[in-house]
């Protein structure tokens, strides 16, 4: 395996001394994206179990589906890493041009900046599995470990590859379209629905459940935080970090593609 | 170093009608005009040469050096930079290049300048006694030593500029292009940049190609200049063969003594014929005009006796007019 070059590591440790350095948003964008899920979840949930009367919904008891809900958010924050701009502001306003100027893979650039950025959301992602386990304690049947942690962090890291590629993907529309908010809007819609982002995909409509196996987004965020919870042994755990990278594959083939397609058009006008 | 063969650059702008009538339409249809940013452009630069390219807004300047520096692909013809096609952008030809854009910040905004050169360090992959060197020689020239440790984004727009330059030539370019790089600085800034830019070209010998609206960017560092007009070429050539060949004036300046007793009234209604000459400045201490060069002896002559004439010399015309006339085809 090839080292890491030199000025990947310089990038990655300049933008984890950038993120830290703003100290303010680092602790707002946890704690308060976090507690208003946290509180929106609980009282939801309270409601649906205290309207029905039933103590499980979707073998989820009511403990189990709170924790889901704050936890989802918080896993689907990490995979993003970098929330909006991964490329898109660059081609918009020009700026794109020092990067073609530079003797470095644009992709390699961009994804060790979004690994930094992962990097940090995963560290808001412990803070507030540690807050919620000392404070609430862990529902019943849970089997968290270090090791399932470890489990499900590997994931984590590989979804963030596959959802950068999905993401890169879209913003390179902006080679051709100037706004292209909506198209951002919608995956991060989609991949936090699908993805199981917001409630648990075993919620789903049977059929639906089905057809979404064979779609990447049940990895971005359901299949790392069912590892991280302790109900992925490592056979499931290969086999879903396998599809995974050829999910990856895929996207990044196609990336590529776009990439080399889209600075045929590229003109460097801008700001 | 750089040999462009029959470059072009054409675009497809959106037109929007105005209003909101106009903004409506085009959610629906959208009506596109081909724009031809650089048309059929030879050239030619060797190494130590810095070429000006010269132009009105829209000309074709930053496009043609946007194509020779590899970001944006032609519509049709050849550029060899060193060996490679431009807009391949292999690594080898990139680690060669350098662009500067004025207008454009190419630092990390959020991190200070020494930062920013570690990182440049490494994506050259610089040698670090090689690049303690260079940096420290770069630093010195431009007086910055005491801002590296500062973020780009609270250097003043000198400062970020004096940066900019260093970052562009850390890696020591041997194809230097230089868009607008005196853009927006003051006057004491302008001059540091083009001293140190001379001095860069005398110790390294790189080709620069260098586009700029100050005249003094252009008469001051550029042997050569390429003139061009709504994407074409219309001069290419040193800066003293558009005197020779464009300029049919010199400029005779009278600087005044004390009139005569007397004869005040004499001179002040003093003219020459019109038809060869024009005044362009007449003060109670000087005056200039602008004469046919055939008619310059004679101009001199006539000044000398009917005016106070304590110092009399002849200037070739402002080159920034004689270009101004070539880039708008005014009569001369």
Known sequence: MTALPTWAWRVADLEVRRLFSYRVDFWVSFVVSTGVQLLASYFLWLAVFEHTGRDTVGGYSFQALVYYSMMAPLFTRAVRGKEFGLISDEIYDGSLSRFLLYPIPMFGYKLTLHAAHVGMTSLQLLLGFAAYALTAGLPAGHTTSAGSIALGLSALLAASVLHFFLSLILEMVAFWAEGIWSLLVMLRFVTSFLGGGHIPLTLFPEQMQQAMAWLPFPYLVSFPLLCFQGEMGLADWAIGVGAIAAWSLIFGLIALRVWRKGTLQFTGVGM | ?332
């Open chain 2, 1 to 332: 170093m750089i040999h462009v063969e029959h470059l072009s650059k054409s675009f497809r702008v959106f037109q929007k009608d105005p209003g909101f009538r106009g903004s409506l339409r085009s959610l629906f249809k959208r009506k596109w005009i081909e724009k031809h940013a650089l048309k059929d452009l030879n050239l030619h630069v060797g190494p130590g040469e810095i070429v000006g390219l010269v132009g009105a807004n829209g000309a074709g300047k930053t496009t043609a050096v946007k194509m020779l520096a590899g970001i944006i692909h032609p519509t049709s013809g050849t550029a060899n930079v060193l060996g490679h096609t431009p807009w391949q952008r292999k690594n080898a030809f990139r680690r060669e290049i350098a662009l500067l854009m004025g207008q454009k910040a190419q630092l990390w905004w959020d991190l200070p300048a020494g930062d920013c050169f570690e990182l440049l360090r490494d994506i050259y992959s610089l040698p670090e006694a090689e690049f303690r060197k260079t940096l420290g020689s770069l630093t010195a020239m431009l007086g910055v030593e005491g801002q590296l440790r500062t973020q780009i984004r609270r250097l003043s727009l000198g400062e970020r500029m004096k940066m900019e330059i260093i970052a562009a030539l850390l890696h020591q370019p041997k194809v230097v292009f230089l868009d607008e790089p005196t853009i927006g600085l003051d006057l004491t800034a302008q001059r540091a940049v083009r001293k140190f830019l001379l001095e860069y070209r005398a110790s390294h010998r790189p080709a620069m190609i260098l586009t700029s609206h100050y005249m003094e960017d252009i008469e001051q560092l550029c042997e050569r200049i390429v003139i061009l007009r709504e994407g074409e070429k219309v001069f290419d050539g040193p800066l003293a063969d558009i005197q020779r060949a464009h300029s049919v004036r010199k400029v005779v300046i009278a600087r005044l003594g004390e009139p005569a007793a007397g004869s005040e009234a004499a001179w002040e209604r003093f003219e020459l014929p019109a038809a060869w000459a024009s005044a362009v400045r007449r003060t109670a201490e000087e005056v200039r005009y602008s004469v046919d060069r055939g008619r310059v002896a004679e101009a001199a002559s006539r000044m000398l006796q009917g005016m106070p004439v304590a110092d009399l010399s002849i200037e070739e015309e402002d080159i920034s007019n004689l270009i101004e006339a070539l880039l708008h085809r005014r009569p001369q």
